[in-house]
């Protein structure tokens, strides 16, 4: 079974332009997750997807990142304009269908690493 | 506010050591626990999944606990290989949220 594909792996940009990341799920996953990791620290959600609606953003910086899915399968996160602070790992995950009283079992992608100078 | 705390930051072992990996959550009210493995520039994978109603989970080598009531969960180790070098995140999922909340990780370093 295929597992989450992200492209590209590596990204490297100047401060003020943009980046954008693309990932697809695990074939029949219909929740989709971007995450962002800075090293040394755990990931921290961006958003959540359940098909092609938006489940949770609340920790997206929506004055600069945004992200689709517009179709139920495949995602992008952009970045414009980016800052130093961008730089980290954006990682993909997904999992089958929200239950009803959580997420299900993730599962990720080898992740986009972003070094903004 | 959620929260995951995961000690040891580090450890070192000589191969073929048994050895426990600690995590503590602040939600008792949780739906599930999940451990996952990180190695260097490569995503996470996915180690252990203990539900709620469960109070471990093994698969090889490695047993997984969770305490509810404690807001904690044991990631065990047994014969440790220098394979088995990584990170080791641990993340949780509380009830009636659908975000995971990860801990920043014990990097484990089995040494030949």
């Known amino acids: 079974e295929a597992g989450v594909a992200q492209s590209p792996r590596y990204k490297i940009i100047e401060k003020r332009q943009s980046v954008a990341f693309w990932c697809n799920p695990i074939?029949?996953?219909?929740?989709l997750y971007w995450y962002q990791q800075i090293l040394g620290q755990g990931p921290k959600l961006l958003i959540q997807f359940q098909n092609n609606g938006v489940v949770d953003d609340s920790q997206l910086p929506k004055d600069r990142f945004s992200a689709e899915r517009l179709k139920g399968v495949d995602s992008t996160l952009k970045i414009q304009p980016a800052k130093l602070e961008d730089s980290a790992v954006y990682l993909c995950a997904s999992s089958l269908a929200l239950m009803a009283g959580g997420t299900g079992e993730l599962f990720f992608g080898e992740g986009s690493r972003l070094t903004v100078l | 506010k959620q929260e995951v705390t995961q000690i040891p930051a580090a450890l070192s072992v000589p191969e073929g050591e048994n050895l426990v990996l600690n995590c503590s959550f602040t939600?008792?009210?949780?739906?599930?626990l999940q451990w996952f493995r990180q190695d260097p520039g490569k995503g996470l994978t996915s180690l252990l999944l203990i539900q709620s109603s469960q109070r471990e989970q093994t698969s090889g080598r490695l047993n997984a606990s969770l305490d509810k009531s404690s807001g904690r969960s044991t990631l065990y180790i047994a014969a440790s290989q220098p394979g088995d070098s990584a990170t080791y995140l641990c993340?949780?999922?509380?009830?009636?949220?659908?975000?995971?909340?990860f801990g920043k990780g014990t990097k484990l370093s089995v040494i030949p």
């Open positions: 074939s029949g996953h219909a929740t």
């Open positions: 939600d008792s009210a949780i739906y599930n």
């Open positions: 993340a949780y999922s509380g009830a009636g949220s659908y975000q995971l909340t």
